[in-house]
């Protein structure tokens, strides 16, 4: 009897320090996560990024839908305009002057910014961020509301054509917990580094906002 008691107790012992053991080996063992990449931006952002109100609306207007009176409007063009939704590499923000539509060539734009967002940070070691649009399509409606509150709010907006949206370089959305992270500033440089890419290849406008901290994008193609 006492002996099946020690033989129980060596076994016990045994498990527990086998237990212990693994744990120790996994946790000593696991790789951590590769060192983040430097990152910079070689640029200006007032000067790569500076394609007027004119130049944007001239493109706006050939490519673009005829701009709505009010909202009521928007649900007789829904077969021209494509309904953009928060995914995996963008989120839409709580969109209180605007529309969350666009023409297919603007909708395709924005998803190939995100994805190009998405795969840069990926190729820094970076965690995954989200990016968040801010504004969309205006009808004539919002753009009245919105001259209200902003004095800067362009009666003629590129907003009213389907083609242009903002997106901001002041917030980003963290999608899970990570060893790394970034700063306001790096990630706006990452952000830049993508849509200059864009600019050279001619898929868009841009225009670098500062006080509404965001970058203003129009598509070249519908």
Same mark, same amino acid.
């Given at each position: 009897?006492?002996?099946?008691?020690?033989?129980?107790?060596?076994?016990?012992?045994?498990?527990?320090?086998?237990?212990?053991?693994?744990?120790?080996?996994?946790?000593?063992?696991?790789?951590?996560?590769?060192?983040?990449?430097?990152?910079?931006?070689?640029?200006?952002?007032?000067?790569?990024?500076?394609?007027?109100?004119?130049?944007?609306?001239?493109?706006?207007?050939?490519?673009?839908?005829?701009?709505?009176? !009010?909202?009521?409007?928007?649900?007789?063009?829904?077969?021209?305009?494509?309904?953009?939704?928060?995914?995996?590499?963008?989120?839409?923000?709580?969109?209180? &002057?605007?529309?969350?539509?666009?023409?297919?060539?603007?909708?395709?734009?924005?998803?190939?910014?995100?994805?190009?967002?998405?795969?840069?940070?990926?190729?820094?070691?970076?965690?995954?961020?989200?990016?968040?649009?801010?504004?969309?399509?205006?009808?004539?409606?919002?753009?009245?509301?919105?001259?209200?509150?902003?004095? !800067?709010?362009?009666?003629?907006?590129?907003?009213?054509?389907?083609?242009?949206?903002?997106?901001?370089?002041?917030?980003?959305?963290?999608?899970?917990?990570?060893?790394?992270?970034?700063?306001?500033?790096?990630?706006?440089?990452?952000?830049?580094?993508?849509?200059?890419?864009?600019?050279?290849?001619?898929?868009?406008?841009?225009?670098?906002?500062?006080?509404?901290?965001?970058? &203003?994008?129009?598509?070249? !193609?519908?």
């Amino acid at each position: 009897m006492l002996k099946q008691f020690y033989s129980t107790k060596k076994k016990s012992l045994f498990c527990l320090l086998a237990l212990a053991s693994g744990a120790w080996f996994f946790m000593t063992c696991s790789s951590p996560p590769p060192p983040l990449k430097p990152i910079h931006y070689n640029g200006n952002y007032n000067k790569d990024f500076n394609d007027l109100n004119e130049t944007q609306l001239a493109v706006a207007q050939s490519i673009g839908i005829t701009p709505l009176t !009010n909202r009521d409007a928007a649900e007789g063009l829904k077969n021209r305009l494509t309904h953009i939704a928060s995914s995996k590499n963008y989120e839409v923000d709580e969109l209180t &002057h605007s529309i969350p539509f666009l023409i297919p060539g603007a909708a395709q734009l924005l998803n190939r910014i995100a994805d190009s967002f998405a795969d840069s940070l990926k190729q820094l070691n970076a965690p995954h961020y989200k990016l968040i649009v801010t504004s969309v399509t205006r009808t004539q409606d919002d753009v009245k509301h919105l001259s209200r509150s902003n004095i !800067n709010a362009s009666q003629n907006s590129t907003h009213l054509y389907g083609t242009t949206f903002d997106i901001s370089w002041r917030r980003f959305v963290k999608s899970k917990a990570h060893a790394h992270d970034l700063t306001e500033d790096q990630l706006k440089m990452v952000l830049a580094s993508v849509l200059r890419d864009l600019k050279k290849q001619q898929a868009c406008f841009v225009k670098h906002e500062k006080k509404q901290a965001c970058f &203003h994008i129009t598509a070249r !193609n519908s």
